[in-house]
């Protein structure tokens, strides 16, 4: 089991990444961690075609549902906990796709600098008060 109050990249408690998929190495729709994930399946991403399409093109196909695995296959917009290590291959070869951060387990920032994370960070603030 997954180690309980898991923190974000942000130092706070790890927000939910979806649920419809419901994703998460655990599939509880979060992307927490533990001793099991070996992919530190970690980054809470929102895909994209560019993406997507980096990701079969290094052998990862996010695609194709795998039904033994709960995978139903992404689409662009899904909400998905990818691997630290593949969301960093695809910033490096300019495919990144978004990341919400406050659903990204701080575990990622062992593998991806945070600064890229940042960079494609798309969070919505908790209130929208005071916004125009």
Do not use: K
Not at 24 to 37: A, L
Not at 81 to 100: H, I, K, Q, S
Not at 110 to 117: E, F, K, N
Request: hydrophobic share 40%; net charge negative.
């Amino acid at each position: 089991m997954p180690a309980p109050q898991q923190l974000n990249v942000l130092g706070a408690s790890l927000e939910p990444c979806g649920t419809e998929p419901v994703t998460g190495f655990y599939r509880d729709g979060c992307c927490t961690s533990g001793p099991e994930d070996l992919g530190s399946h970690t980054i809470c991403a929102v895909v994209t075609e560019a993406f997507l399409e980096h990701q079969r093109r290094i052998g990862n196909d996010l695609v194709t549902p795998q039904p033994m695995y709960r995978f139903p296959g992404l689409v662009p917009g899904d909400r998905w906990c990818v691997t630290a290590a593949n969301w960093l291959r695809a910033y490096e070869d300019g495919a990144a796709c978004f990341v919400v951060l406050a659903a990204t387990n701080e575990s990622a920032l062992q593998i991806v600098p945070r600064s890229a994370l940042e960079e494609h960070a798309v969070d919505v603030p908790p209130s929208l008060d005071g916004i125009a």
